[in-house]
């Protein structure tokens, strides 16, 4: 019933408010107000460029008619004088949940939920383009109060559930007015997140890299469908396509994944207004490149509580910075020229807003843009350009009374309009008294301080150095005052009464003393109270010094991005990792980021001369099987998740990309999880400190994918019920994804063809396009793998973790496949049992490319200490132990053409050790990736010494604000994630 009445009312608000007249009326006499209201003297702020002085504006039934310096008052007008007041837009917010009852989450069920729970929509629960906010809207009257008072009028609402949420619609937060009469349009836009629906426990997706898989496979699908290509009828899907020329607003709640989101929209043509994170100052070039607009939270870090150095000690510089470099984001914005809007969303917007708002002016945003982004901004960006956000001839009148400069913590908010209906918020007729005053009464001298608002005044009275207790009430411009007596011991009391019509310094009345005698009492200001409080809040509110931005803006980042050097590396032992073997006393020259000569004596022709006497140079190590620098690990919805790719969840803030750099890595393949039979598909990487996610992508390297065999993937070691459980069931898996691929392939020419992510990735596969490097322990399921991949025509390129590979090294090279290992773990779980340390060298021994990989973030860091313990454990040769975390590892990944060795023509992936590089004393001394020092021990040393002085200011800065009374927030402490193949959840 509400939804039907709520739609009648909707489609009566595209008449104006007189079309209904038709309504019969049976509680009174049936009267329509057709008055104009006019108010003149006013300051109006028409829009952010333009203001009228003294000028004048007319109303009536909801709308402005006339604005100028002077305008024809006609003869029904009620004329209000705005002498002294200006007005201003009322505000608009564009991301909100006003009016909408919170979700309701679904029951729990005794296991994962796999299929959907809602027949006649898409396959997936968490795609509800059908939904609508108008179906679920019932005006809050106490919320809207609070939007009134941070000076909304309008807000764009929606239901916060699921990935694509569906249409949000924009309200008028008009008061004592009906549903319909407040609903500017019902279908204003269409929301979208990261985040499930609370509706379902439907399991996929489960990670952002899924997400945004099923975001791309329902744009083919809603496109393929309205071709009328489908046999079944698809709710969502027609809903989605009804929705498509709308405003897209996505919903992100990190920096990243604004990026993320600007991507897949990119992808399909599709624009989206992006609600951003606050963070966007820390890559704003990355930001404006995204041409999106942004809808900005409110909202800042509250300082730490750091009186404790041992609590101080486990604060991130970074969440230090945010705290100190936040207030400047609104600024750095505006700048950049990049559009946005404000939200309250996340924030008391009656409590927090304005003070916020405050802040960013402080630090450094022009009140014009602050007015632009919170009217004509999100007015154009919603498609009401001209309607709402301006004061103009035929806009609706949602206008603000104020005392002054809004902008201005002093200034007082009267009245916010909206579409004709008045709404006091203070009263416009209030005396402001408070101040500083002498009390003179009955022959003694009070010190009278009235502080706070001037429509709720509060008082602090004492006689000499006695505190004396007082009531204080203000009504109406009539002072009530009731003064204790001095000494406690006595019940008696003074009151005073005064009249005190306009703003003045001194102030008289009638006192009753404690005996029952009238006298006059008068006082007389000392101070402004406002003064006083203007110096108080100058000092309270003094900007701290601003931490400059690094790249990424962690410790260790970059205040400036290194650039790529000529260099001369001179007398260096060079291990080529070719067939030259190591050279000795040797030269190598990199120009523009390449390897253009080795040998000796060689001319450095103005490049960096770097002396390399007594240290070693070997190429970039390379990580085969890492999981640093992602969001996230597993996409576990399915048992397959070849749709989606760890190129989605690159974070290129992770601090162990500096320290792999430090350990000698440059390049590595970034695994999806074990999850699952077939897993995701891969991102090498190389590691450039400081650049994009999208910059550090080896974009030469061929396209790969991970499969995974054993415990994890049917879930031996965590409780669920998804197929397969067993070994058997996996090789069915693998078997029934190959056989639906080749039938996927013969249907390509069809004309109802429909475009698979899936398959298509595994048909890349199949097709010798993509290589699959898979996770693997015992010979059993080895030998299976390999026989299922030859039975339909493609070869297994990579076993990782490979630790039975010494029992099927002969079959393995029959196959074609090589070896990516540990050098001595093992019996950690029941499947790896036969592992031994000999492994490696035993699979080198029978021919096969062996590499040594990590799998683990901190054994990453010493690489080449891993590779030294085959010379140990099967007498392997230190040349080949180095090879395999160098040029192996590149032929496993088919990039050894262009790194994995020193030689002529390959990319600069450089590292110059101290030391032997097998060496445990062996550290890095610089690292090059393409012809750049990503690492520099010496820029090292200095960074350690600037973060120290850095944790010190900020330190400083926090406890100074704390003592000025600014609100803290108590330190926690945070354990660094150990990431592995087997994490199901975000990478935190």
């Not at 009638?510 to 406002?530: C, H, R, W, Y």
């Not at 969840?649 to 320290?659: A, F, G, H, Q, S």
């Not at 085959?870 to 050894?896: C, F, Q, R, W």
């Not at 020092?933 to 010496?938: A, G, V």
């Amino acid at each position: 019933m509400k939804l039907k009445l709520l739609m009648f009312g909707v489609f009566l608000c595209t008449f104006s408010m007189q079309a209904q007249e038709y309504f019969p009326t049976n509680d009174g006499v049936k009267t329509r107000n057709t008055n104009y209201t006019v108010f003149k003297n006013a300051r109006i702020h028409v829009d952010p460029q333009n203001v009228i002085d003294n000028g004048m504006f007319a109303i009536r039934e909801g709308k402005i008619t006339a604005v100028g310096k002077s305008i024809n008052v006609p003869k029904n007008s009620i004329v209000i004088d705005l002498k002294g007041k200006e007005v201003y837009p009322s505000f608009i917010d564009l991301y909100s949940e006003f009016g909408i009852s919170k979700p309701k989450r679904a029951e729990n069920g005794n296991g994962p939920q796999y299929d959907a729970g809602r027949e006649g929509y898409y396959w997936n629960d968490h795609i509800r383009p059908d939904t609508e906010a108008i179906a679920n809207f019932s005006f809050d009257s106490q919320e809207a109060e609070k939007f009134h008072k941070a000076g909304f009028g309008v807000v764009n609402t929606h239901v916060p559930d699921g990935i694509i949420r569906g249409t949000g619609m924009l309200v008028a937060l008009t008061p004592g007015v009906s549903e319909g009469d407040r609903i500017l349009n019902e279908r204003s836009s269409q929301y979208l997140s990261f985040d499930k629906s609370v509706k379902s426990r439907q399991s996929y997706p489960t990670s952002t890299m899924g997400t945004m898989a099923l975001i791309r496979q329902v744009y083919l699908d809603a496109k393929w469908y309205a071709n009328g290509n489908a046999r079944n009828k698809d709710l969502a899907l027609e809903a989605l396509n009804k929705n498509k020329d709308l405003v897209q607003i996505f919903a992100t709640d990190n920096l990243l994944n604004e990026f993320r989101a600007d991507k897949v929209g990119d992808e399909f043509g599709i624009q989206y207004v992006i609600v951003g994170s606050g963070m966007e100052y820390q890559r704003i070039d990355e930001v404006k490149a995204s041409n999106a607009t942004y809808i900005v939270p409110l909202k800042f870090p509250d300082a730490f509580a750091v009186e404790d150095p041992y609590l101080a000690n486990q604060l991130s510089l970074e969440e230090m910075r945010e705290w100190n470099q936040a207030p400047v984001n609104l600024r750095i914005l505006s700048e950049n020229e990049v559009p946005f809007t404000l939200t309250t969303h996340s924030l008391d917007a009656e409590k927090d807003f304005k003070s916020n708002l405050l802040k960013a002016i402080e630090y450094g945003l022009a009140k014009e843009t602050a007015l632009a982004a919170l009217t004509t901004v999100p007015a154009k960006t919603i498609g009401q350009d001209g309607k709402i956000g301006v004061i103009k001839e035929g806009a609706w009148a949602n206008f603000l009374i104020t005392s002054g400069d809004y902008f201005d913590k002093k200034t007082t908010l009267y009245e916010n309009w909206i579409q004709g209906e008045k709404k006091v918020l203070s009263s416009m007729d209030v005396t402001d008294i408070t101040g500083n005053y002498d009390l003179k009464v009955d022959g003694e001298t009070y010190e009278l301080k009235l502080k706070g608002e001037p429509s709720s005044p509060k008082a602090e009275v004492k006689l000499g150095e006695t505190k004396i207790e007082s009531k204080l009430s203000f009504s109406d411009n009539w002072m009530n005052l009731l003064l204790s007596s001095p000494d406690t011991t006595k019940t008696e009391f003074i009151r005073l009464v005064a009249n005190i019509p306009s703003k003045t310094d001194q102030f008289s009345g009638k006192a009753i003393l404690p005996n029952g005698n009238e006298t006059s009492f008068q006082a007389v200001k000392k101070t402004d109270m406002k003064k006083e409080k203007e110096d108080e809040e100058k000092e309270e509110n003094e900007t701290s010094s601003t931490i400059a931005v690094t790249y990424p803006n962690i410790a260790y980042g970059f205040r400036n991005k290194p650039k790529q050097e000529n260099v001369l590396f001179k007398n260096a032992t060079v291990w080529t990792s070719e067939d030259a073997g190591v050279l000795e006393n040797t030269d190598v020259l990199v120009r523009n980021g390449e390897i253009v000569k080795v040998g000796k004596e060689l001319k450095a022709g103005g490049a960096k001369v770097i002396d390399a006497t007594g240290k070693h140079l070997t190429a970039g190590i390379i990580d085969e099987h890492s999981h640093i620098a992602a969001s996230a690990i597993n996409e576990a919805g399915h048992n397959s998740s070849a749709e989606v790719t760890m190129e989605d969840v690159v974070d290129p803030t992770d601090i162990n990309i500096y320290r792999n750099l430090a350990g000698g890595v440059t390049t590595i393949q970034l695994l999806h999880g074990s999850a699952n039979p077939i897993g995701g598909r891969s991102a090498i990487l190389k590691l450039k400190w400081g650049e994009s996610a999208e910059d550090m992508i080896f974009e030469q390297a061929p396209p790969f994918i991970k499969f995974a065999l054993g415990e994890n993937v049917k879930q031996s070691n965590w409780s669920g019920s998804r197929f397969p459980q067993t070994r058997m069931g996996v090789e069915q898996v693998f078997t029934d994804y190959f056989s639906r691929a080749k039938a996927y392939e013969s249907t390509r020419n069809d004309e109802d063809f429909r475009k698979d992510l899936e398959m298509e990735t595994i048909l890349e596969i199949i097709n010798g396009e993509r290589f699959v490097t898979s996770h693997s322990y015992i010979q059993s399921e080895i030998n299976m793998l390999m026989t299922v991949a030859e039975k339909f025509g493609f070869n297994i390129n990579t076993f990782t973790h490979i630790l039975e590979g010494y029992k099927v090294a002969d079959k393995m090279k029959e196959h074609g496949v090589g070896a990516s290992t540990f050098s001595d773990w093992w019996a950690y779980k029941y499947e790896v049992n036969d592992a031994i340390p000999y492994n490696a060298a035993i699979m080198n021994e029978v021919g096969l490319t062996v590499a040594i990989n990590s799998d683990d973030g901190e054994m990453s860091r010493r690489l080449n200490q891993e590779a030294a313990k085959s010379v140990k454990y099967g007498g392997m040769s230190e040349e080949d132990a180095l090879k395999m975390v160098t040029i192996n590892p590149a032929k496993l990944l088919h990039v050894d053409d262009l790194v994995g060795s020193i030689k002529t023509g390959k990319q600069a992936d450089l590292v110059l050790w101290n030391d032997h590089p097998l060496s445990i004393y062996a550290k890095p001394e610089k690292t090059m990736v393409e012809g750049v020092f990503y690492f520099d021990i010496d820029r090292d040393s200095e960074m350690r010494n600037d973060i120290k002085k850095e944790r010190n200011e900020l330190i400083g800065q926090m406890l100074k604000a704390k003592n000025n009374g600014v609100k803290t927030q108590p330190v926690t402490k945070k354990e660094e994630q150990r990431v592995h193949c087997d994490l199901l959840e975000e990478v935190k």
